[in-house]
């Protein structure tokens, strides 16, 4: 499965992104898919998941009512729906895939896209 995240850029603080990440490779609708991101000095953190379905959602406690995750199973894609940004979301965005997982450790994920810039200027 090859992943292909964009829509990162520069944002002021209050604003609103939407990332997507498309795949290709797969069976896409199997695959329960997250986002994580990556601030410079800082471990890789989750954000958000979505199952394969797109039925079930979990949050990282710092995003909840301001991210939203979602899929077109359709379109092969994941979307990430983000207001309300604050300067501490300034990060590298991952989109990752886990065949039949739901899951918010990073080491569950097997597939992992390029990774797309989001900084928020305060």
């Known amino acids: 499965v090859q992943l292909q995240a964009s829509g990162g850029g520069l944002v002021q603080a209050g604003g609103s992104l939407r990332l997507s990440c498309a795949a290709s490779?797969?069976?896409?609708?199997?695959?329960?898919m997250g986002w994580f991101r990556q601030a410079p000095g800082k471990e890789r953190e989750f954000v958000a998941t979505?199952?394969?379905?797109?039925?079930?959602?979990d949050y990282a406690d710092s995003v909840k009512g301001r991210f939203t995750i979602s899929r077109d199973n359709a379109k092969n894609t994941v979307y990430l729906q983000m207001n309300s940004l604050k300067p501490e979301d300034t990060a590298v965005y991952y989109c990752?895939?886990?065949?039949?997982?739901?899951?918010?450790?990073?080491?569950?994920?097997?597939?992992w896209g390029q990774g797309t810039q989001v900084t928020v200027s305060s």
């Open positions: 990752a895939a886990a065949y039949r997982q739901i899951a918010t450790n990073d080491e569950m994920y097997k597939y």
């Open positions: 490779g797969g069976t896409f609708s199997t695959y329960g």
């Open positions: 979505i199952s394969w379905s797109g039925s079930s959602t």
